[in-house]
């Protein structure tokens, strides 16, 4: 936030009648990113986020199964039995499931794909809704697990005003 007061001043300074209207259009489009997926719900950190008007977007929503740094016998999300399961149920894919979940709990997703087979399933989420009981058991899945490995690189984060 400081950095968004920074910008205001910034911009303020240099453009008095713009200023105001500059600032409600970024707080009126903030989102939080984070790492969530059924292995690290976030049910706090989304509470918080929505609490001061934020839209959270899931990081990794599936579990990046392809990550570079898996290792043999590491949990996969999309292979999880307990996910497996509730996707036969449905008469979908995991993916699908876990696409819906995200929805479902009001946490936008948005999960990587360049496959034009995989990018039509990750769309077919909407002819279906899960049950509440299969929303709880999807959160009960929860480790506080984190898949995703920040570098250096990652945490660097570059502001622009325009």
């Known amino acids: 936030c400081e950095h968004l007061v920074f910008a205001y001043v910034v911009i303020a300074d240099g453009a008095a ?8 259009m970024v707080l009126s489009n903030l989102r939080h990113r984070v790492e969530c997926h059924p292995y690290l719900v976030q049910t706090q950190l989304v509470s918080q986020c929505w609490g001061r008007g934020l839209a ?18 590491e949990a996969d999300l999309l292979d999880d039995p307990r996910v497996v399961g509730l996707a036969t149920c449905y008469n979908k ?14 946490v936008i ?20 809704k899960l049950t509440d009981e299969d929303m709880r058991v999807i959160e009960s899945f929860n480790r506080n697990e984190r898949l995703i490995i920040p570098t250096i690189m990652s945490l660097a984060i570059t502001y622009f005003l325009f």
């Open 56 to 73: 959270v977007t899931a990081y990794s929503p599936l579990g990046s199964p392809d990550r570079p740094w898996v290792t043999p016998g």
């Open 109 to 128: 997703c948005i999960p990587k794909s360049i496959t034009p087979s995989r990018i039509k399933q990750n769309i077919e989420v909407f002819d279906f």
């Open 93 to 106: 894919t995991p993916a699908q499931v876990i696409i819906r979940w995200h929805i479902q709990r009001g």
């Open 17 to 24: 009648g713009k200023a105001h209207g500059f600032l409600e």
